[in-house]
């Protein structure tokens, strides 16, 4: 027994500083750093139009859903007690997330929408109705999560027939397809750069014109 005791003595670490040397701290992987992380920038796919006000760099938040606009105000909070001053405040849009149906989508979304936006949508007639407005300013208090919805919205057969039935009533013409709108632009191209080219060799003098 004499021998275990002094055997088992022998293995524990001779001082507390030994003891705490050989605790390993690296098996926690979890940051503890008090900065928020900074948020990201939507970016629209290649297959989508550029939005044409671009994204909301000073509200990144508005990126995420229709706020119609709103941003963080800010103000002073004026006491009328005793100490009479002013402190520097904010407001925060009233954001909620709520369920909208889109009838062109055939089913419900889940957007973070504010007041003000959702008052509009229902003023409109749906969320298909404020998307597809083609006014100026539609367009720009929508920003570049609702002109991303816009674009799968127009994509869909019930809305590509809805637009084939207004160009006949207006008697315009069909669109081309996008081979037949490549090929033109290909087309277009090319005679532009024969069209300098022959200026090109017009313009150049020949051996009999030079100047010696």
Do not use: C, H
């Amino acid at each position: 027994m004499a021998g275990l005791q002094t055997r088992s003595t022998m293995s524990l670490p001779f001082s507390l500083s030994a003891a705490f040397r050989n605790l390993s701290l690296t098996t926690s992987k979890r940051s503890f750093s008090t900065t928020l992380a900074a948020q990201k920038t939507k970016q629209l796919p290649d297959y989508i139009p550029p939005y044409p006000y671009g994204p909301n760099y000073v509200f990144k938040q508005s990126n995420s859903g229709l706020y119609g606009g709103a941003m963080i105000q800010f103000g002073n909070k004026i006491s009328q007690g005793r100490n009479e001053g002013k402190t520097r405040r904010f407001w925060k849009p009233n954001v909620r997330r709520k369920k909208l149906y889109s009838e062109a989508l055939e089913k419900d979304l889940f957007i973070k929408v504010t007041r003000k936006a959702l008052r509009t949508i229902r003023k409109a007639g749906g969320l298909d109705n404020y998307l597809l407005s083609d006014r100026p300013g539609r367009i720009r208090e929508m920003g570049i999560f609702g002109w991303e919805l816009r674009w799968q919205i127009m994509q869909t057969p019930k809305i590509q027939e809805r637009f084939r039935e207004e160009r006949k009533k207006l008697g315009m013409p069909e669109p081309p397809t996008f081979e037949e709108w490549v090929k033109q632009k290909e087309d277009e191209i090319k005679a532009q750069v024969e069209a300098e080219t022959n200026i090109k060799e017009i313009t150049k003098p020949t051996y009999n014109e030079k100047q010696y």
